[in-house]
């Protein structure tokens, strides 16, 4: 049972550089979420879908793009790294159903941008 | 911006002692989450209230979801090493359409030996 898988776990990225964290998860979960974490901060939300080909901004998007072509994944992307885009990125996914809106997070994508 | 406000922001206790923390908002919320984040991992889901005024037990923590539906609570009784972490609310504020997932900027447990 694996639940919200993210890949890669660590990357360090040069400054302009892209590249895309991958998201997959296989709870069948309509919502997806991308949130990054700044040290010793909370999360904030990047982006989030409600479904495939459907996405909308979250807290703190500028600089980053997203897709949902699938129900399972949800890929994040930095097209030109810039090192304010340090931090920890958690995907997560919940099945709002009945009122219920648990969400379960992957481990996480450590990245460096030098 | 941020809509959860956690207090407090870092508490340092002795083990066997109880815990009690708190998350507010200017918003309504119809859910809140109460998870816990270990170091180097993502945040594991402890209790999750639907209901005002619902009180909700997960052996020896305890969350309730205020009258208001603008706060939350948690509480750990007779803490032991493994409670250290970070503790975040969470909610999606009802404004907003309850579709975004929002989270209090945490609660850091430590425990002294």
């Known amino acids: 049972n694996a639940g919200v898988t993210q890949t890669p776990k660590f990357r360090i990225l040069k400054i302009g550089q892209s590249m895309t964290l991958q998201c997959t998860q296989d709870?069948?979960?309509?919502?997806m979420y991308w949130y990054r974490q700044d040290p010793g901060m909370g999360l904030k939300l990047i982006y989030y879908?409600?479904?495939?080909?459907?996405?909308d901004k979250g807290e703190v998007p500028n600089g980053y793009n997203v897709s949902r072509s699938t129900t399972e994944d949800f890929p994040l992307r930095l097209e030109l790294a810039a090192p304010s885009q340090t931090s920890v990125y958690f995907c997560a996914s919940s099945y709002p159903s009945r009122g219920r809106t648990e969400a379960f997070f992957g481990q996480g994508t450590r990245l460096t941008v030098v | 911006g941020q809509q959860l406000n956690q207090s407090p922001q870092s508490m340092f206790i002795q083990e066997g002692e109880d815990v009690s923390m708190n998350c507010t908002s200017s918003s309504i919320f119809n859910t809140w989450l109460w998870y816990k984040q270990d170091p180097g991992e993502g945040p594991v889901l402890l209790i999750a209230?639907?209901?005002?005024?619902e009180l909700t037990s997960n052996g020896r923590l305890t969350a309730q979801f205020g009258i208001t539906r603008k706060d939350s609570f948690l509480n750990i009784s007779a803490s032991i090493p493994s409670d250290v972490g970070i503790y975040f609310c969470a909610g999606p504020p009802l404004i907003q359409g309850a579709q975004k997932l929002v989270f209090g900027q945490g609660t850091r447990l430590t425990i002294n030996p």
């Open positions: 709870m069948n979960h309509n919502y």
């Open positions: 209230l639907y209901k005002a005024g």
């Open positions: 879908s409600v479904g495939a080909g459907i996405t």
